[in-house]
T-cell receptor
Framework: ETGVTQTPRHLVMGMTNKKSLKCEQH?????MYWYKQSAKKPLELMFV???????ENNSVPSRFSPECPNSSHLFLHLHTLQPEDSALYLC??????????????FGPGTRLTVT | AQSVAQPEDQVNVAEGNPLTVKCTYS??????LFWYVQYPNRGLQFLLK??????LVKGSYGFEAEFNKSQTSFHLKKPSALVSDSALYFC??????????????FGSGTQLTVLP
């Protein structure tokens, strides 16, 4: 799991807080992803970045704001979250050439609890 | 639109017995199909993928999966289960299209428990 790292691993925040999740990939990939994983539900794709440009935003509320300053780093800025946003947030990366079946490599996730 | 169904939330199997984790998919056109495994407090790990060609795909840790186009299935199998195989397994599909984004659609997961 050293290929994709995420910090922090656990985060508890109040609804009025602002926090950020960080993801870093050491694989030389050029596509990065944010997913939300809730119990008993399929993974929900939130954002996709390719070559630092956002290429997909799956109707995610504006209280989630992604940032990709370079191809190795991805952030998810959080503000005024709701309790239903509590979940495991997973970052992934892939070589990401369009149309090619590259597998994604996942980080360990950040367990977020909104109180 | 594309979708994945994993009809079993939970699969229990005795150690040493063969295991199967089921997956069916729906996609327009031909699919890329993937299996991932998630151990507790870890991210997903790639196991194997089907792109084209041989319908039987071999992957990591002795797992294999069989692509069946007529049944739109991609079941994960292993001839002899280990206790250490106990984990959450996800099937995923992506439509083959030069215009598609890199979006994978995941199933809801199947918890595999291998009993000693």
């Amino acid at each position: 799991e050293t290929g994709v790292t995420q910090t922090p691993r656990h985060l508890v925040m109040g609804m009025t807080n602002k926090k950020s999740l960080k993801c870093e990939q050491h694989l030389g990939h050029n596509a990065m992803y944010w997913y939300k994983q809730s119990a008993k539900k399929p993974l929900e794709l939130m954002f996709v970045y390719s070559l630092e440009e956002r290429v997909e935003n799956n109707s995610v509320p504006s209280r989630f704001s992604p940032e990709c300053p370079n191809s190795s780093h991805l952030f998810l800025h959080l503000h005024t979250l709701q309790p239903e946003d509590s979940a495991l947030y997973l970052c992934a990366s892939s070589q990401g050439l369009q149309g090619q079946p590259y597998e994604q490599y996942f980080g360990p996730g950040t367990r977020l609890t909104v109180t | 639109a594309q979708s994945v169904a994993q009809p079993e939330d939970q699969v229990n199997v005795a150690e040493g017995n063969p295991l199967t984790v089921k997956c069916t998919y729906s996609v327009s056109g031909n699919p890329y199909l993937f299996w991932y495994v998630q151990y507790p407090n870890r991210g997903l790990q790639f196991l194997l993928k089907y792109i084209t060609g041989d319908n039987l795909v071999k992957g990591s840790y002795g797992f294999e999966a069989e692509f069946n186009k007529s049944q739109t299935s991609f079941h994960l199998k292993k001839p002899s289960a280990l206790v250490s195989d106990s984990a959450l397994y996800f099937c995923a599909v992506r439509r083959i299209s030069s215009g598609s984004a890199r979006q994978l659609t995941f199933g809801s997961g199947t918890q595999l428990t291998v009993l000693p």
